[in-house]
């Protein structure tokens, strides 16, 4: 079965650190481009991070270029480290793959940063 598994989320101090993973099994992974996007209450969706399926191609989003850093091991997960994170970056983040035949969504995971 494809899956998308969301993980490492939780409380944290301002200007602390959390690191995501996106783990995937059932499929192909290493073909997929993927996102990490999240979700503020009452607010849009937002792209937060992306890496292409050979890793050799990223982008962030302005609001956390230069504190968060996503990166892959390619066979089966794909990493979000956030340093230095503020309360605005309190959200619902998800993962999401992208490729040849793939199109899945993690189940988000919950990051909140509070004092």
């Known amino acids: 079965q494809e899956q998308l598994v969301a993980s490492g989320g939780g409380l944290v101090q301002p200007g602390g650190s959390l690191r995501l993973s996106c783990e995937a099994s059932?499929?192909?992974?290493?073909?997929?481009?993927v996102t990490w996007y999240r979700r503020a209450p009452g607010k849009e969706r937002e792209m937060v991070a992306f890496?292409?399926?050979?890793?050799?191609?990223t982008n962030y989003a302005a609001s956390v270029k230069g504190r968060f850093t996503i990166s892959r091991d390619n066979l089966k997960k794909v990493h979000l480290q956030m340093n230095g994170l503020k309360p605005e970056d309190t959200a619902m983040y998800f993962c999401?793959?992208?490729?040849?035949?793939?199109?899945?969504w993690g189940q988000g995971t919950q990051v909140t940063v509070s004092s």
């Open positions: 890496i292409s399926s050979n890793g050799e191609n």
């Open positions: 059932g499929f192909t992974f290493s073909t997929c481009a």
């Open positions: 999401h793959a992208y490729g040849p035949g793939y199109d899945l």
